[in-house]
Structure formats: C-alpha cells, structure tokens
C-alpha cells in the first residue's frame, strides 16, 4: 500500500513525517529521527525528488512531537512499570526514539490501513503491541492491562474526533487506570471553524471535528482529572534556535496575528 492508497484524514500522516524527515536532514535537528526519512521513502517513492520547500512550515510539526517525546520521557521515568497508549501514532516512530525499558508495554493504535504500513516500515520489537481500530471504538480498551499507571499520548489526533468522542476517550482512560498521564494536542475553535477552507486538509479531504480554546478546562470532564500544563508550539524557543532563517522569520510574523500564536496547544493532565 502506497500513500495514495490512504484515504481521507489516514492522509494526513504525510505531510508530518515529511516534515521529521526534513528536520533530520538539518544541521542540527529538532527531534533527530532517523526512521522518518526510512518510512516517508517507502510511503512515497518520489519523496527524494520533491523539493522542500513550503514544506519547511511544518517543521512546528516536529516542535510537537519533541515536546510530547519530553514528556513522555519524563513520566516514563518516574513509572517504569507503565503502560504507553500512543493514538492516532500514524508512522511517527515515538517508541524507537524512546525506547522504553522492557518493563514498559507500549501500545500504538491507529486505523488497520496505517497499522498494515507499520508492519512494512517500521521495526517490530518486544514489549510493543499494534492495534488497528478507531479510538473511537470502545473495545480496544478491553485489551490494555489496567492495573499499572498509564501514559496517553494523542499526537495531531483530537482535532480530528468530535468533542464527545474526545470526552468519552479520557474519560474512559481515567475511570480504568489508578494513575496516569494524558498528552495530547488541540486546535483553537477558529481553527476548527475555518479548516473546511484549510487546503492541506481539503486535499485530502477531510477536516477538524473539534477546537478548544481553553484546553486546561477539560479537567472539568472528571473529577479525577487534573490540568497540568502547556508546551510552546508557534513560537517555541527550539524552533526559533533550530529552523532555518526564513522559517523563523515567517512564524515571527504569523504570530503577529491574532490567535495564531495559540492556534495549536500541546496540553498535559494527570490523574
Ligand atoms: C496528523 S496524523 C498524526 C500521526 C502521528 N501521531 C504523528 O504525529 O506523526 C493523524 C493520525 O490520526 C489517525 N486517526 C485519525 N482519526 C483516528 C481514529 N478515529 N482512530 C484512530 N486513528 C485515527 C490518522 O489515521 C493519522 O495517522
């Protein structure tokens, strides 16, 4: 299966690993992951011969997955008995960068299509569970150990789900775990309003189903569930140390405008 095989939002893998390959051709790279440059090779077979290009805006992109990485890393620390629930995970190699400890189990779940193309592109290894469903299918949950803490990472997932599938999603993780970690990311509601006109999402043909502009206050969706804090995306300090001149100049001027700065939040809850 090849990337046009891919259909509506399962697309929209592409431009974010093209974007960790990009960063990993850099002098000195954001996140350094040497399997996206692997799998976007074999996603797209022309991907050596397309030029960078506009494509440099999405190195934000790469800003996110390090920072959810860091957090990661952080929990994982303190909890080296936990279980990883990686949604959405997409061909994003978040495990091999991390390369927990054996006596963590990790599971990355996305739809069966994007699954299947893990299989091909990524390496297997112990300790690591493939799960191909809808998050919003109530089942998968069934086979997750719940008696250990639990780290949820949702990278460039929620926007795509509606609000209530969101609220079902950590509401359910919280009521099966003792304790955890929830990381995820969210899109202001203009953001959401407007990205039917988005023409990267146009293209392939699909949308955001939610936005928040307050992100801190899903903590009110649980009484167990405590809001903790947010990382810098626009205007991160690595991204204006670590991408090139005319993308940092760029984003100096987007975030100028209003509400771009926060367009995108990288959020963390615990439990
Ligand atoms: C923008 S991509 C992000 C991929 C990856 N997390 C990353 O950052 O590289 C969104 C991913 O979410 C997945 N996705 C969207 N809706 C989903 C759903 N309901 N269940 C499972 N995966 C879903 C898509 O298939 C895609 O792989």
Not at 25 to 54: C, H, N, S, V
Not at 64 to 92: E, N
Request: charged share 25%.
């Amino acid at each position: 299966m090849k990337d046009a095989e891919l259909i509506g939002v399962q697309k929209t893998l592409s431009p974010v690993l093209r974007a960790k390959a990009l960063d990993n051709r850099l002098r000195d790279p954001i996140l350094g992951d040497k399997y996206a440059e692997q799998a976007m090779r074999r996603l797209d077979p022309e991907y050596d011969t397309r030029p960078f290009g506009a494509s440099q805006m999405g190195l934000v992109a790469v800003v996110r997955a390090k920072a959810h990485d860091d957090w990661a890393r952080g929990f994982l620390a303190d909890h080296p008995d936990a279980v990883v629930l990686h949604l959405g995970c997409g061909l994003d190699a978040r495990v091999h960068r991390i390369d927990p400890p054996a006596t963590v189990d990790w599971y990355d779940l996305d739809y069966p299509a994007i699954v299947e193309l893990r299989r091909q592109f990524l390496p297997a290894r112990e300790h690591y569970t493939l799960i191909g469903a809808s998050v919003t299918d109530p089942t998968w949950l069934d086979r997750i150990p719940r008696d250990r803490p639990v780290l949820m990472i949702a990278e460039g997932l929620v926007p795509y789900l509606t609000e209530a599938d969101v609220r079902r999603l950590l509401t359910s993780v919280v009521d099966s775990f003792p304790t955890g970690q929830i990381q995820f990311d969210t899109v202001a509601v203009w953001a959401w309003r407007t990205s039917k006109w988005d023409p990267t999402l146009r293209k392939y043909n699909t949308r955001f189903h939610c936005g928040f502009d307050d992100p801190a206050a899903l903590a009110d969706w649980h009484p167990r569930l405590e809001y903790v804090d947010e990382a810098p995306m626009n205007d991160s300090p690595v991204l204006m140390a670590k991408a090139p001149a005319n993308i940092r100049r760029m984003y100096r001027l987007l975030n100028l405008l209003p509400g771009m700065k926060r367009s995108t939040r990288i959020v963390r809850f615990r439990f």
